[in-house]
């Protein structure tokens, strides 16, 4: 069985500083993906960035980037120079292989930035 | 594109009546999941459907749950004898399925169901 860990409720950040978001996570699996969501206040999840587990490097979207220990099965998520736009639940998620998996979600963490 | 849709956005109803929920996925997108977040909590796996292959039901909550997809397009989800604790957000996610991955998923903004 697959399971996701985020231990952080909720962080603040002070806007354009740098935030990391944990996330930590358990499978049998040697093939799995894994994800991190956004959900603003208007409730829609908005896909952010992916983790292949052989990818060799870290993922980086822009200003998004997934610190990626394999060793440790941590998979925490980078934002950097963050925006006030940046507050908003984020949901870290682990895939097995191929596209015959359901997805297991974490339980989030609010994150605010402040001005 | 267009993205994923769902309908309605709001539905409030009565404890005992049906409700149905509708998703229209992204088109070309194999792959089909429904998921209940209540206010304040995670994603909660409801269904999934891929293609032409038998569903995975395995997160119905009950037998009052039910879904459809019609091949590769719209699917609804049914609620029967609608109790209070089904008041949430249902969020319905496609995903293009074939081939190598990731196959991230694109959500729908959800349809806020509130049972009074």
């Known amino acids: 069985a697959q399971k996701i860990t985020q231990t952080q409720p909720g962080m603040f950040v002070q806007e354009k500083e740098a935030v990391t978001l944990d996330c930590t996570y358990d499978t049998s699996d040697p093939s799995y993906g894994l994800f991190w969501y956004k959900q603003p206040s208007s409730g829609e999840m908005i896909f952010l960035i992916y983790q292949g587990s052989y990818d060799q490097q870290n993922a980086t979207e822009g200003r998004y980037s997934l610190n990626f220990q394999k060793a440790r099965k941590s998979a925490n998520l980078v934002i950097s120079a963050s925006q006030l736009g940046d507050s908003a639940m984020y949901f870290c998620a682990m895939k097995g292989p191929g596209g015959s998996y359901i997805p297991t979600f974490g339980r989030g963490t609010s994150l605010i930035v402040h001005p | 594109g267009a993205g994923v849709s769902q309908s309605p956005s709001n539905k409030v109803t009565e404890k005992g009546k049906d409700v149905e929920l509708r998703c229209d996925p992204i088109s070309g997108h194999t792959a089909l999941y429904w998921y209940r977040q209540r206010l304040g909590q995670g994603l909660e796996f409801l269904i999934y459907?891929?293609?032409?292959?038998?569903?995975?039901k395995s997160g119905l909550p009950s037998d009052r749950f039910s879904a459809e997809r019609t091949g590769e397009s719209v699917s609804t989800l049914t609620i029967q004898r609608t109790q209070q604790e089904d008041s949430a957000v249902y969020l319905c996610?496609?995903?293009?399925?074939?081939?190598?991955?990731?196959?991230?998923?694109?959500f729908g903004p959800g349809t806020r169901l509130t049972v009074t």
């Open positions: 459907f891929q293609g032409n292959s038998a569903p995975d």
């Open positions: 996610a496609s995903s293009l399925e074939v081939g190598a991955g990731p196959y991230e998923q694109y």
